[in-house]
Nanobody, 125 residues
Framework: VQLQASGGGLVKPGGSLRLSCAASGGTFSSYVMAWFRQAPGGEREFVGC????????SYADSVKGRFTISRDNTKNTVYLQMNSLKPEDTAVYYC???????????????????WGQGTLVTVSS
């Protein structure tokens, strides 16, 4: 499956942004979809993920209550709605997909076989 992330940009603290990740070349509904991010000079870290049919999500504590993941299996797209953005949310955001990842491993970047190219989110006044 090929993944194309989009929607990044510059936003002020407290603002909102919605990222999209469009998938092609696979059966989208068979993939667990996740978002990771990597800040300048930092390690790639888990942001959140959503089960194959949606409905069940998991989030990093740092974004819980501010970020929401959703998916539209009819459009082969997963979304990351980011609200109340903080400067520390500045990072390149990557979407990832895998068919075989088990739920106890969804926060592990090495569990995902497919990655998008990343989209930069900058939170600054």
């Amino acid at each position: 499956v090929q993944l194309q992330a989009s929607g990044g940009g510059l936003v002020k603290p407290g603002g909102s942004l919605r990222l999209s990740c469009a998938a092609s070349g696979g059966t989208f509904s068979s993939y667990v979809m996740a978002w990771f991010r990597q800040a300048p000079g930092g390690e790639r870290e888990f942001v959140g993920c959503i089960r194959r049919t949606g409905g069940i999500t998991s989030y990093a504590d740092s974004v819980k209550g501010r970020f929401t993941i959703s998916r539209d299996n009819t459009k082969n797209t997963v979304y990351l709605q980011m609200n109340s953005l903080k400067p520390e949310d500045t990072a390149v955001y990557y979407c990832a997909a895998d068919r075989g990842v088990i739920w106890s491993e969804v926060r592990n970047q090495y569990a995902y076989d497919y990655w998008g190219q990343g989209t930069l989110v900058t939170v600054s006044s």
